[in-house]
């Protein structure tokens, strides 16, 4: 197995397999690696001939230092998920000096407004952060495909923007969000929860559900304003935000309009843990 913690080594080794048909698919993660992150690996080692993994906790994109302190690093255990996946998948594990060079700092990108929705709002710099990480990779391993969990729904379309923008030469492929029996929303941070808070955490998917057939039958004010109500009445999740918004657009809905598709983004905290889902409404 190829395991890289530099990029100039990893840039060298790609260059010397590469023919000029071979394809490059791209999973990047954070690791702490779970089904979903290995969901996006397999489809990458079946549609590409080389795939590459980067395992690196971005710190721009942290805008609470406690999150990104207490942010799971497990970087042993990727290795041997990885390879019990495919072995010939290549590892990027890179420092915080070799993607910075000395200078941990984003740059400023303009996203046409979905940065300052949602997760943008409520994370400040959260996006300018993984914009700088995502085009800084893109540029190392230069992927034919990269593939991102729908999850972040409104990360892959800053993604999509951003290589739309910079017109970067690389398809992003979006797959389905993996879920635990009990439906919570696989991520990295549910590492962080407590047996009974992973048990309890149910509750995001179920008022997920619940809102989505709410807003068949009334609007999204009403809609959200019973996820309000839900929440507050729980003890164990404090709800950040709850809104129904344009799948393109990302501008919260205020009126249905039948052409439009919409999407139902929540994020909540529990115990100082932030989890995000989302559900598609039509
Ligand atoms: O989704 C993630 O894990 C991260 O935001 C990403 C895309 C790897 C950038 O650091």
């Known amino acids: 197995m190829q395991i890289f913690y530099g990029k100039a080594a990893l840039m060298e080794y790609l260059t010397s397999i590469k023919t000029t048909n071979s394809s490059i698919g791209f999973v990047p993660t954070m690791g702490a690696l779970h089904e979903g992150h290995q969901s996006l690996m397999l489809q990458s080692t079946k549609e590409n001939d080389i795939t590459v993994v980067s395992i690196f906790v971005n ?3 942290f805008n609470n230092p406690e999150d ?12 041997i998920k990885i390879a019990s996946i495919n072995p010939d ?4 594990a890179p420092t915080v000096d070799d993607m910075y060079e000395g200078k941990t700092l984003s740059q400023s990108f303009d996203f046409d407004g979905l940065e300052n929705k949602m997760e943008g709002k409520f994370r400040p710099g959260h996006f300018d952060g993984v914009g700088t990480i995502v085009k800084r990779l893109f ?5 034919t495909k990269a593939y991102f969990g729908e ?3 409104q990360q892959v379309q800053i993604v999509k923007k951003m290589v739309e923008k910079n ?13 635990e029996i009990n439906n919570l929303a696989m991520s990295s941070r549910n590492e962080r929860l407590t047996l009974h808070e992973r048990e309890e955490a149910a509750i995001i998917y179920k008022i997920l559900n619940e809102a989505k ?3 068949s039958k009334s609007s999204a004010e009403k809609t959200t304003q019973w996820v309000n109500n839900e ?3 729980n003890k164990t999740f404090t709800l950040e935000y709850f809104e129904i918004a344009d799948e393109k657009t990302l501008t919260t809905c205020k009126r249905k309009n039948k052409n439009k598709k919409y999407r139902a983004f929540i994020a909540v905290f529990v115990n100082n843990i932030r989890l995000i889902d989302t559900i598609s409404l039509n």
């Open 231 to 233: 929440f507050k009445k």
């Open 59 to 61: 710190p721009t994109q």
């Open 167 to 179: 017109q970067l030469p690389v398809i992003i492929i979006v797959c389905p969000i993996y879920r």
């Open 151 to 153: 999850k972040d729904f």
């Open 213 to 215: 057939a709410k807003f």
């Open 89 to 92: 998948i290549i590892v990027f």
């Open 139 to 143: 540029e190392i391993v230069k992927p």
């Open 68 to 79: 990104l302190e207490k942010y799971p690093r497990t970087l042993e255990t990727d290795i």
